[in-house]
């Protein structure tokens, strides 16, 4: 799989939380606000994003438009869908705004007026800036590529995230530059030489419990539902092929096999069925195999 996709991808599932005080901005122009347009004062813009899930109904992109704009913000991107199959609506805005116009906790109360009007199964915001940093930790296995990707993002500041630590099933040498890498930052490395009758999940689980989720960057363990309810938090897979077809090990051989003339990468939530998770994003490579 080649670099190029492996670094899109994973930028793509780090929208939800990448956008971080690097990416916060003054404005030189004059806000004004909204419930008192004669006055104005230079603006401090930071990003929020919210995400958003409820039963498919009349309005609702109109409501969410208008609470952000009725507090001065303004929408940079907005992804929508709705199932052909169900009457579910989903929806993505990421926006900027000012805090001084729209403080965190009036931003919750708006969302939460909107949540109770359309029943929403699920409305969560972020503001990056302002909101404690996601903690998470790494799982990997022998290739680095993925690995490496995800620490480069995360150096740039383009992952707004704290790394606790990388979890290992093979061993680095002091010299290898992954290791040399995280010792100049402080992240812990564990090595946990694993075998087909102990695969050391409780001590994983050990060392990922003060975490809000978990990365398998080239992972290649399947890990049981017994570690699955136990950690009963989100865990990504950042799998190189495109599902839902040629799951499990070497799905890029599988598709050359098939006759494939495309290859690409796949990030999906972890569930107790193999490489059966929602897709989170995926993103084709445009060279050919050939």
């Not at 805005?93 to 403080?103: A, H, L, R, Y």
């Not at 965190?104 to 699920?122: C, G, V």
């Not at 409305?123 to 909101?131: E, F, G, K, M, N």
């Not at 490496?148 to 093979?170: A, E, F, K, P, Y």
Request: charged share 20%.
């Amino acid at each position: 799989m080649k670099m190029g996709i492996v670094q899109r991808l994973c930028s793509s599932w780090s929208n939800v939380f990448r956008l971080g005080n690097r990416n916060s901005y003054s404005s030189f122009n004059k806000s004004v606000d909204p419930t008192n347009p004669s006055c104005s004062s230079s603006s401090f813009l930071t990003h929020g994003i919210h995400v958003f899930q409820c039963p498919d109904a009349v309005g609702i992109v109109a409501n969410l438009s208008d609470c952000i704009a009725s507090r001065g913000g303004n929408i940079l991107s907005a992804d929508v869908f709705v199932p052909q199959n169900k009457r579910v609506f989903y929806s993505r805005n990421v926006f900027v705004f000012d805090p001084v116009m729209w403080p965190r906790m009036q931003m919750e109360e708006d969302f939460l007026r909107i949540s109770k009007t359309f029943n929403a199964m699920r409305s969560v915001i972020r503001v990056p800036a302002l909101d404690p940093k996601y903690k998470i930790a790494i799982l990997v296995a022998q290739q680095d590529h993925c690995l490496i990707d995800l620490l480069h993002g995360w150096q740039d500041g383009r992952l707004s995230v704290d790394i606790t630590c990388v979890i290992s099933n093979h061993y680095r040498s002091p010299e290898n530059e992954v290791i040399r890498f995280l010792d100049m930052h402080g992240v812990p490395y564990h090595y946990l030489r694993t075998t087909a009758e102990n695969k050391r999940e409780e001590e994983i689980l050990e060392l990922v419990q003060n975490t809000d989720f978990l990365v398998l960057a080239r992972s290649m363990r399947i890990l049981s539902s017994f570690f699955l309810r136990s950690y009963g938090k989100d865990i990504i897979n950042i799998h190189h092929g495109l599902l839902p077809s040629f799951s499990g090990s070497n799905p890029s051989k599988q598709a050359v096999d098939a006759g494939v003339k495309l290859i690409g990468a796949t990030s999906h939530f972890v569930t107790e069925g193999l490489d059966a998770g929602p897709i989170i994003e995926q993103m084709v490579n445009i060279n050919a195999i050939t």
